[in-house]
């Protein structure tokens, strides 16, 4: 954690350390080109970026946002997953599955836990010796199967993206995860090992902020991380 801590403290002092490339992630959907794969996709999003977007210089804000990237990609590659995309103040995050399902969800929420980890106790330590306000963060994830979609001839040049219900849900789950928590759906929770899944209870949402059905047409289930419980690790 302290050599964290101090790229974290160089990163505000000179800039982002790393290349915030997605190019290892395109690298793996082209071999996926207008097929369909299974992933976990991650989100991990700041909580409050509209405030710091209206209270900070933009070059400050900049540097936070890049540095919040860096450090998550960084997470995220340590846990065997690519970055999708960096959007605004979010990473989506992909952990391939098709060989081993279990194994892709268990990753993506260590990975997920350790995310929680890195911005407590090695950026906003940091920001708080800087007079920086605090990251507060939160994570959703979700598991399935999704369409890799070429857009154009080139498979080198063209466009290349995902589309699928795992990532519009895992989208959609940032709307109502309190900050500082991991929510996951039910396709995710079903795969992990029972020691793990019970560090989680299932999140009840009101219909008319959370309506979606599974493929038997029943509501389909998130579950939440356990108060703290990211922190007794």
Known sequence: MNSIQARVAQTLERGVQIDLSTALCKRYLRRHANL??????LYVDIDGSTNMTLSMPSGTLATILQLFSQEMSLVVANYGGYVLKYV???VIALFPAEHDKKQACQSALECGRTMLEVVDRCINPVFRQRGYAELRVKISMDFG????????KSLENSHIDII?????????????VPTGRIIMGQSVRDNLPEEISKTFVQFDVDESMWSYVDQN???YRLY????????ER
């Open 36 to 41: 369909k794969t299974s992933v976990v996709v």
């Open 88 to 90: 605004g103040d979010a």
């Open 145 to 152: 199967e999704v369409l890799v979609l070429l857009y154009g």
């Open 164 to 176: 699928g219900s795992s990532i519009s849900m895992a989208a959609k789950m940032l709307a109502i």
């Open 217 to 219: 047409k029943k509501r």
């Open 224 to 231: 939440i991380t356990i108060p703290d419980s990211t922190r």
